[in-house]
C-alpha cells in the first residue's frame, strides 16, 4: 500500500510553468507504476501524463506533450509533473495516482488502472 500526497499547486501566468509533486509513503514506491491526472468541476478526470517503475518510460496525453514532463526519484519517493508554456485549458485539480502489481515497462494511462490516489493539488492558470 502507498499514500500518495500531492504539492506544488498555485496560481500561475499563462505561459508560465510549475512543477508538481507527489510524496508516496512506504519502501516499495519503486513498485508502482506512477499517473497524473487532472479534472476541471463537470468533466471527467483526464489522463495527463504515466511514467513505469524505473522512470525510463512515459506516456503524455497529446493535449500536453511537449508542453508538460513526467519524472520520478525513487531514492526520494516522489514523482514529479513540470508544467511548462502552461494555458488557461490546463486550470484544473492535478492527482497523482498509483499502480501496483506491474512489470517494469508498463505506464497506464486509464483511470480504472490505477490503486491508489493522492487528494489533488489545484493548478490555476490565468490569461
Known amino acids: 500500500q502507498v499514500r500518495l500526497v500531492e504539492s506544488g499547486g498555485g496560481l500561475v501566468q499563462a505561459g508560465g510553468s510549475l512543477r508538481l509533486s507527489c510524496a508516496g509513503s512506504g519502501r516499495t514506491f519503486s513498485m508502482y507504476a506512477l499517473g497524473w491526472f487532472r479534472q476541471v468541476p463537470g468533466k471527467a478526470r483526464e489522463f495527463v501524463a504515466s511514467?513505469?517503475?524505473?522512470?525510463?518510460?512515459?506516456s503524455y496525453a497529446e493535449s500536453v506533450k511537449g508542453r508538460f514532463t513526467i519524472s520520478r526519484d525513487n531514492v526520494r519517493n516522489t514523482a514529479y509533473l513540470q508544467l511548462d508554456r502552461v494555458t488557461p485549458e490546463d486550470t484544473a485539480v492535478y492527482y497523482c495516482?498509483?499502480?501496483?502489481?506491474?512489470?517494469?515497462?508498463?505506464?497506464?494511462?486509464?483511470?480504472?488502472?490505477?490503486?491508489?490516489w493522492g487528494q489533488g493539488t489545484q493548478v490555476t492558470v490565468n490569461s
Open positions: 495516482a498509483a499502480k501496483g502489481g506491474v512489470v517494469f515497462a508498463v505506464t497506464p494511462v486509464d483511470e480504472g488502472d490505477y490503486d491508489y
Open positions: 511514467i513505469n517503475r524505473p522512470g525510463g518510460r512515459t
